[in-house]
């Protein structure tokens, strides 16, 4: 069994007031690609936030490769080579499809090799050489998404977190960017996924996490969750 | 005729002047979204810097360019992380920050008060009194100085913001922040330079104006009034937008003077700035954010 490339540990996450995440615990081994799951609301992209250091938790611990993130700040974290591909894409709209990609690159480590990762980008999404030159808020959603899995890439991450990644997307689209998150894992990348698509996250991914008002609340392999009563009814709709 | 072109050369002069110093309180709002009411002061405190190094130390006000805006950018990573930095932002924090800021400002005056006492005055060099010849007319060899550095200014910050990283991260910031954050930008090192620049804007725009304009203490407002329809007119840094709202700035006022009396064309700008706001209030080159 492979080692644990991300720790939570017990966290406790608050927005003001209201807390949102409880006590919330997992791992993701390297080279799995697992699936968060769980309905609206129930804590899945402030979990997110909370590894990238975007709302640090008020309690508990984050690890990755074995060390704590407390004291890595928000900016320093993609050199340790985690990305987020964010919900609802996060691009900036009037920067052009290239200069998006570019920034994705910024950090000290990832600069000198900006080269060579766009050309493995414009391989991956053809779509986007083509478009480079638009600005990113005039792509279709679909080309939007491209851009945004496509900037995630840029610093060539170990960790890859998607946040509902085919969220509005036509049922093409989304077989397709599901089929690009199966490649990235197949090319060597740790994957976390968080889905809504109950459907097509547990075709894709190994295991499965779901939690439920912040807490977990079940977890297993992707076919052990596909069969639990429970999530069928829950989720499937059966 | 021979009016005619005098006034429109010196609408034409002015308009670099007022091009420097709007694109330094677009570019703070357009990435902070913070209006930086202490603007006018720092545009009075150019003027000063310009007029010690000149009347201390002798220095040409193009040769202490370099000086006046490094100093005026420290002034503004001060401000910043002293300051700006604690303050809400966006619409919930404009109260606090106007009148934070509005209060530094009025630390700015008093201590040039102080200082220098409430007396106007002015930087003039050797060189102030000569004109050039062109276009029919004679044009004073300072004004054309500013116009150059007031058109070559904003140019280069374009280039700055179009074509570094730096540039691209703090475009990138004005529109998404936390995105910056998720790629290794240090939005909070962003904040502070762009803080600096905008400052360091307003300061070179207070020195290029104490060559052609008298000052005092209280100088500033006007600059502060106009800087704000520059924007309002131009949109928030987009450098062509602000050059072609400074030139329709300076052209009206300048024209003003055929139809109204010369107390009056003070009020331009802020007629201006109020119908701007009720008919076009996205500017009229619409929403774009730098570059
Ligand atoms: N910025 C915020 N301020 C206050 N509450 C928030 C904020 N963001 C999220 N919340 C609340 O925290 C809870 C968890 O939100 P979160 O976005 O993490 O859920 P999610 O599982 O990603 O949901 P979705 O499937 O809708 O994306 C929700 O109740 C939400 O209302
Ligand atoms: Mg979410």
Same mark, same amino acid.
């Given at each position: ?77 993609? @050199? ?38 766009? #050309? ?35 610093? #060539? ?63 297993? @392999?992707?076919?052990?969750?596909? #069969?639990?009563? #429970? ?8 | ?32 979204? !913070? ?7 720092? +545009? ?14 002798? %220095? ?48 700015? $005056? ?21 004109? !050039? ?9 300072? $004004? ?56 360091? %804007? ?36 987009? !450098? ?7 030139? +329709? ?14 107390? %009056? ?23 774009? !954010? %730098?570059?």
């Amino acid at each position: 069994m492979s080692e644990a490339l991300l720790q939570v540990q017990a966290i406790d996450v608050a927005y003001g007031d209201i807390q949102v995440l409880h006590q919330l615990s997992f791992e993701v081994r390297e080279g799995e690609i697992v699936t968060l799951l769980g309905s609206n609301g129930a804590g899945k992209t402030t979990t997110l936030r909370a590894i990238t250091g975007l709302r640090p938790p008020s309690a508990g611990d984050i690890r990755f490769r074995g060390q704590s993130l407390q004291a890595v700040p928000p900016a320093a974290r993609a @050199s340790l080579g985690m990305a987020l591909v964010p919900e609802g894409r996060e691009l900036w709209a009037q920067l052009t499809v290239r200069e998006n990609l570019e920034l994705g690159a910024y950090g000290p480590q990832a600069r000198p090799h900006i080269g060579r990762n766009l #050309e493995r980008v414009f391989t991956l999404f053809p779509r986007l050489a083509e478009r480079q030159k638009q600005v990113a808020g005039s792509l279709s959603g679909g080309e939007q998404q491209m851009c945004a899995i496509g900037r995630a890439l840029m610093s #060539e991450p170990s960790f890859l977190m998607l946040d509902e990644p085919s969220l509005g997307l036509a049922p093409l689209l989304v077989d397709q960017v599901m089929k690009t998150i199966a490649e990235l894992h197949a090319g060597g990348i740790t994957i976390l996924l968080v889905e809504q698509n109950l459907h097509r996250a547990l075709e894709v991914s190994q295991r499965g996490f779901v939690i439920e008002t912040g807490r977990l609340r079940l977890q297993g @392999s992707s076919a052990e969750l596909a #069969e639990n009563p #429970e999530i069928r009814a829950a989720y499937l709709g059966l | 005729m021979e009016r005619f072109i005098d006034l429109a050369v010196s609408a034409v002069l002015l308009a670099g002047l007022y091009a420097t110093m709007a694109y330094g309180l677009g570019m703070i709002y357009g990435v902070l979204r !913070v209006v930086n009411l202490a603007h006018g002061g720092v +545009i009075m405190a150019g003027a000063y810097m310009g007029w010690v190094l000149h009347g201390r130390l002798g %220095l040409d006000p193009y040769l202490s360019i370099p000086l006046v805006v490094g100093a005026s950018y420290l002034l503004g990573v001060g401000m910043y992380k002293v300051l700006v930095r604690h303050l809400p932002r966006g619409a919930a924090g404009g109260p606090a920050s106007l009148l934070l800021l509005f209060g530094f400002w009025l630390v700015l $005056r008093n201590a040039a008060y102080l200082l220098f006492t409430g007396n106007d005055q002015s930087i003039t060099t050797t060189w102030s009194t000569r004109s !050039v010849a062109l276009l029919g007319t004679h044009i004073s060899a300072t $004004r054309l100085a500013v116009l150059g550095v007031g058109v070559l200014v904003p140019l280069g910050l374009h280039a700055l913001l179009r074509h570094t990283h730096l540039g691209r991260a703090i475009r990138a910031v004005a529109q998404n922040p936390d995105s910056c954050t998720l790629v290794g930008v240090d939005v909070e090192r962003i904040y502070t330079i762009t803080f600096g620049l905008g400052t360091a %804007l307003a300061g070179l725009a207070g020195l290029l104006s104490a060559t052609i304009f008298a000052f005092n203490p209280g100088s500033g407002s006007g600059e502060l009034l106009k800087s704000f329809v520059v924007v309002v007119l131009g949109g928030l840094g987009s !450098v062509l937008g602000t050059g072609i709202a400074a030139l +329709i700035l300076a052209v009206v006022e300048v024209f003003a003077i055929l139809v109204m009396p010369s107390y %009056l064309t003070a009020a331009v700008g802020f007629i201006m700035l109020v119908l701007v706001l009720v008919i076009r209030p996205g500017g009229l080159f619409g929403h774009r !954010v %730098l570059g």
